[in-house]
T-cell receptor
Framework: DADVTQTPRNRITKTGKRIMLECSQT?????MYWYRQDPGLGLRLIYY???????NKGEISDGYSVSRQAQAKFSLSLESAIPNQTALYFC???????????FGPGTRLTVL | GESVGLHLPTLSVQEGDNSIINCAYS??????FIWYKQESGKGPQFIID?????DKRQGQRVTVLLNKTVKHLSLQIAATQPGDSAVYFC?????????FGQGTTLQVKP
């Protein structure tokens, strides 16, 4: 079984809809991350969490929110989706803040 | 601010040749670097890492070289195979998190 899983893998939605992307991990890591990937822009950090009680904004947090429901679960929400949020979204985990990060398979989100 | 950049967005090599993917970083205080491989439709996967107290580290068919003088990092892949076709990212230890470069697409010609 995969150590980091993401659901859904693909999602098409309309402008203004609320969307939640979920991430679960079995690696026992405290730290979890949400990234967005756009062509030519690499990976950009949206939010990260060092533990259940700690949430931090990344470089592009506007328009997004997160919830760390448990050590193993970290969800990303788009309260009112807009077309320029169309992208590939990745969840990642790590043992420490600068240790190797392990990535999920990604969620391809399309906002029409 | 901190940034990580790759020299070429795309690299095309012949199967069997060696590949060299380059990365420049800006923070001279960085002490940890990672290379990731991302295949089409998948998330980035860890390849190899190196700490700043080393100049070179070898893995299976891969070698990472670190030149702290010019703040340059490279990934060498020996005897490149079709399965090596992917996007390669370098990442640098930043302030409490990793900073990723934009990626180089490696294309392997048969």
């Amino acid at each position: 079984d995969a150590d980091v899983t993401q659901t859904p893998r693909n999602r098409i939605t309309k402008t203004g809809k609320r969307i939640m992307l979920e991430c679960s991990q079995t690696k026992g890591h405290d730290r979890m991350y949400w990234y967005r990937q756009d062509p030519g822009l690499g990976l950009r950090l949206i939010y990260y969490s060092f533990d259940v009680k700690d949430i931090n904004k990344g470089e592009i947090s506007d328009g997004y929110s997160v919830s760390r429901q448990a050590q193993a679960k970290f969800s990303l929400s788009l309260e009112s989706a807009i077309p320029n949020q169309t992208a590939l979204y990745f969840c990642a985990t790590s043992r420490g803040p600068t240790d190797t990060q392990y990535f999920g398979p990604g969620t391809r989100l399309t906002v029409l | 601010g901190e940034s990580v950049g790759l020299h070429l967005p795309t690299l095309s090599v012949q199967e069997g040749d060696n590949s060299i993917i380059n990365c420049a970083y800006s923070n001279s205080a960085s002490d940890y670097f990672i290379w990731y491989k991302q295949e089409s439709g998948k998330g980035p996967q860890f390849i190899i890492d190196i700490r700043s107290n080393m100049d070179k580290r070898q893995g299976q068919r891969v070698t990472v070289l670190l030149n702290k003088t010019v703040k340059h990092l490279s990934l060498q892949i020996a005897a490149t195979q079709p399965g090596d076709s992917a996007v390669y990212f370098c990442a640098e230890k930043g302030t409490g998190k990793l900073i990723f470069g934009q990626g180089t697409t490696l294309q392997v010609k048969p």
